[in-house]
């Protein structure tokens, strides 16, 4: 089976900690592979509003996730606290890619690199949409 591999932006402009709680470890005692999304998620949330968006409005759309992929790097364990960092960049036509860097705060050491892809869309109408100029120029990045 082939490695996912992607390769990270050299910038990332929003950064945040977040301990890793004992609910996120999983049998083996480290944080679980369905926790890392969860960090991101929550990474990505904060994001956003710090830029006066939410996941249901971003300049009017909202935001589904429509992939995600996870690379991943070193053990992390409850209560040590990690910097994620986040990105965007890859745009499309109706959506766009975050890239967030996992780095444990405490001796430096990468844990993960993960990317998910989302799509801009309407609930109400049921259907996908372009991506808002206001969100495009807030991220300095181009209409694909």
């Known amino acids: 089976m082939a490695r996912i591999k992607f390769s990270l932006p050299e910038a990332f402009p929003f950064a945040t900690d ?25 990474a990505r949330d904060r994001c956003l509003r710090s830029y006066g968006f ?23 364990y409850p209560g040590e606290t990690l910097r994620v960092e986040v990105a965007v960049g890859d745009v499309h036509r109706k959506g766009c890619d ?12 990468e844990v993960a690199r993960v990317k998910t892809g989302v799509v801009f869309y309407n609930f109400a109408q049921k259907k996908m949409l372009g991506i808002p100029q206001e969100f495009l120029d807030t991220f300095g ?3 694909a």
Request: hydrophobic share 40%; aromatic share 8%; with cysteine.
């Open 98 to 109: 975050f890239f967030y860097r996992c780095t444990c705060i405490d001796d430096g050491r």
């Open 141 to 143: 990045l181009e209409r």
């Open 18 to 42: 977040i301990r890793v709680r004992v609910t996120d470890a999983n049998y083996a005692g480290h944080l679980g592979n369905d926790s890392v999304l969860s960090l991101v998620h929550e």
């Open 54 to 76: 939410t996941e249901l409005n971003v300049a009017g759309a909202s935001i589904i996730m429509s992939d995600a992929a996870i690379m991943y790097r070193s053990e992390a």
